[in-house]
């Protein structure tokens, strides 16, 4: 991978900001519980242990990534947890099907990768168009690329259908 030439690529959340979004959690919780039970140790200890929970799962789970770089026959698998960065390679050859779930009320949009052994969550935070253009090279290459919820535009987008997204609403004028 090192030598390949990377096409597509997302980087994934830094560390600085997963513990920025864990610690907005726990001081929302802690202050809901500060509120409710009016006893300041309590919340504080109840905030406190949610916080390292939230940090340490972020850490623990093994198949869930947030980023990824893609280039001629590989897809590296990228995350920053709280000790080091994990990084997953894997050919394009050895994906079965992606799978791309769309963004809905409280959770959020992925892609799901799956192979013979193993499958691997993707968090996506592309804008849709861009995410697009991914999927669509990895259906060139070869990549069963399905969609959970039908999203017409995009589905004429990888059918070859549309040579672009967003659809534009131009007139040209004939004379």
């Known amino acids: 991978m090192k030598t390949d030439r990377v096409i597509f690529e997302s980087r994934p959340r830094t560390l600085k900001s997963s513990i920025n979004l864990v610690l907005i959690i726990s001081l929302i919780i802690g202050t809901i519980l500060y509120f409710v039970t009016d006893n300041l140790l309590i919340s504080i200890l109840v905030a406190t242990g949610l916080f390292l929970f939230l940090l340490l799962f972020n850490s623990i789970e093994k198949n869930s990534f947030d980023g990824w770089a893609i280039s ?43 192979t013979q052994k193993e499958k691997f969550k993707i968090y996506c935070r592309q804008d849709i168009f861009k995410l697009s253009d991914t999927l669509k090279y990895l259906k060139i290459k070869g990549v069963k690329v399905e969609l959970e919820r039908k999203d017409h535009e995009i589905q004429l987008y990888l059918d070859d259908k549309i040579d672009m997204i967003p659809i534009t609403n131009t007139k040209s004028t004939q004379t």
């Open 72 to 114: 001629e026959e590989r897809i590296k698998l990228l995350k920053t947890t709280l000790f080091d960065k994990v990084e997953f390679d894997l050919k394009l050859s050895d994906i079965n099907r992606l799978i791309y779930s769309e963004r809905l009320p409280r959770k959020p949009r992925y892609l799901l990768i799956e």
